[in-house]
């Protein structure tokens, strides 16, 4: 399974972007997806969740602002991105897990799938 992350750049505070994640191989529909970022000096950090019943999950500081959606026939998770501040400044990294559970969790370790990450950085 390869992820391939896209969309990021250079924004205004109180800009939008959309972040997509494209999946080749494997069955797209049986996996959890999720967002990652790290920003610099900082570890990387959950972002939001989206499972495979298509329950989603957000870390509270983007909450409100970000969304995230699925198009499993085009196996490729989204992250739009709205009212962007500049503490959002981050490379995004999508990763995903190929399972049968249900259990949709929000921390690196579970997932073995990573893309190669994509830069967002939001202007002041």
Request: glycine letters at 10%.
């Amino acid at each position: 399974v390869q992820l391939q992350a896209s969309g990021g750049g250079l924004v205004p505070t109180g800009g939008s972007l959309r972040l997509s994640c494209a999946a080749s191989g494997g069955t797209f529909s049986r996996y959890t997806l999720v967002w990652f970022r790290q920003a610099p000096g900082k570890e990387r950090e959950f972002v939001t969740v989206i499972c495979r019943s298509g329950s989603t999950n957000y870390a509270g500081s983007v909450k409100g602002r970000f969304t995230i959606s699925r198009d499993n026939a085009k196996k490729t998770v989204y992250l739009q991105m709205n009212s962007l501040k500049p503490e959002d400044t981050a490379v995004y990294y999508c990763a995903a897990r190929d399972t049968i559970l249900t259990h949709c969790p929000t921390t690196e370790h579970n997932y073995n799938y990573w893309g190669q990450g994509t830069q967002v950085t939001v202007s002041s």
